[in-house]
């Protein structure tokens, strides 16, 4: 899979993309990710690339011209690439957009900074618009990285083989349950002893129950949407009763 980000700070991409896991996956090449400086693509002597915006108002606008000539170069070379403009005004990322986006094979992630880009842009070269939250960063590029990551890691072979994507939360729609390692015991703080029980199933269930319990707790809107089984049912039934009984105990 190949991404083309379009940005006038490409310095911010060289080192959190190309560590562990995303550095593998280059160095495989599974995924190509090429920066492109908007700038290079401005034709003027001074290579502007904002402009005061029309009708008044604070800050400045990003040029339509440049972006549209960085669009068309790479589009001249794959006229099927699909180009994400990243704003808070975009749909909100998410799991599910990660795995749609995976099966793309050339994204151009488009990061504006300032005020935003011309509305120009958007009606002639925009394809769609993500934000990964409602927040407000200085500029797309940490939203272009966000983007990258969690759809690289869904690509078959770029997570190890001890580890796939499927089994992860969001996934089964469940928060993961708690994991240990040694030592068994920290300052007295001890690993739950059914881990060190070799019965596998005992502790897959116990597990079940962990994740269970801590979506119930941090995140009943994924629980609503989870696919429960009569067991998940009985588990949270147990969990239930448990929390009543520690309210008593604790005088609630
Ligand atoms: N999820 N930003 C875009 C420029 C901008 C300013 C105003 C449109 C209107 C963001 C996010 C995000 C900061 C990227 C502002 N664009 N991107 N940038 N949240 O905050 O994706």
């Known amino acids: 899979m190949r991404f083309d980000i379009l940005t006038l700070f490409p310095e911010m991409f060289s080192s959190p993309l190309r560590e562990s896991i995303l550095g593998r996956a280059i160095e ?9 400086n908007i700038r290079d693509f401005a034709l003027d002597k001074h290579q502007i690339v904002d402009d005061t915006p029309y009708g008044g108002g604070q800050g400045m606008v990003m040029k339509v011209e440049p972006i549209a000539r960085v669009i068309e170069w790479v589009k001249s070379e794959n006229p099927s690439a699909r180009t994400i403009y990243l704003t808070p005004q ?6 599910e957009k990660a795995l749609e986006l995976s099966s793309s094979s050339h994204l151009i992630l488009l990061c504006g ?3 935003g880009i011309d509305e120009r842009v958007r009606e002639l070269f925009v394809d769609e618009e993500i934000s990964i939250g409602d927040y407000v960063l200085t500029g797309g590029e940490l939203a272009a990285m ?6 690289s890691r869904l690509l078959p072979s770029v997570l190890g083989s001890d580890r796939s994507a ?24 001890c690993v739950p ?10 502790i897959s269930l116990w ?3 962990e994740a269970l319990k801590r979506t119930w707790v941090r995140r ?9 089984s009569d067991e998940d049912r009985g588990l949270l039934e147990e969990i239930l009763q448990q929390s009543k009984t520690d309210q008593v105990e604790d005088g609630a």
């Open 220 to 228: 009943p809107d994924l629980l609503a949407k989870a696919n429960l």
């Open 90 to 95: 975009g749909e909100q990322f998410s799991q």
């Open 28 to 36: 495989k090449g599974l995924i190509h990710i090429r920066t492109l």
């Open 193 to 202: 002893g059914i881990l060190l029980s070799g019965n596998h199933s005992a």
């Open 113 to 115: 900074r300032y005020e």
């Open 146 to 151: 966000v983007v990258i990551d969690a759809v």
């Open 207 to 209: 597990r079940r129950k």
């Open 166 to 189: 499927e089994e992860d939360s969001f996934n089964n729609s469940l928060l993961e349950y708690p994991q240990f390692t040694r030592p068994f015991n920290f300052r007295g703080c």
